[in-house]
């Protein structure tokens, strides 16, 4: 009886894990990575260095919006919030992150991911979901 209540739960969530949302994932995930190859090898425009060049403009606004406001809920640095600039408030929280342990950096990039695909999916669903989907989304890429 337990397991089919389980069964049809996990039907029931995974129902609400549509393409639109995977496609959201992935530029979230997209971002993420390429957030973390800055951390190894520093550049001197971050937007333009993390935000796929594939997206269209729209997105790409969201994307900035979005990344200016996951960075401060973030919060590993209160410093960071005092920058206006996102480039320089960016910067601030890669150096933050670099002080982190790098299975903290992960959780901590993987975090922001989920934000910002919640917030190009139009915040649909409970941030508990993007967090889920999220981290299936990104472990499953990484047993490939």
Not at 73 to 81: G, W
Not at 87 to 92: E, H, P, Q, S
């Amino acid at each position: 009886m337990l397991c089919s209540k389980l069964k049809s739960s996990y039907k029931m969530l995974l129902s609400q894990f549509d393409s639109y949302l995977d496609a959201h994932i992935e530029t979230a995930l997209a971002v993420t990575t390429a957030i973390s190859n800055i951390i190894a090898s520093p550049v001197g425009d971050i937007i333009t260095a993390i935000i796929p060049g594939n997206v269209d403009d729209a997105i790409r606004k969201e994307l900035i919006a979005a990344l200016g406001t996951a960075v401060e809920a973030l919060a590993i640095a209160d410093s960071c919030k005092l920058y206006a600039d996102l480039n320089d408030k960016l910067k601030c929280f890669l150096q933050q992150l670099q002080l982190r342990d790098p299975q903290l950096q992960q959780a901590i990039l993987q975090k922001l991911a989920s934000l910002l695909a919640g917030t190009l999916d139009g915040q649909r669903l409970a941030q508990s979901l993007y967090d889920l989907f999220t981290q299936a989304k990104y472990t499953a890429s990484k047993s490939k």
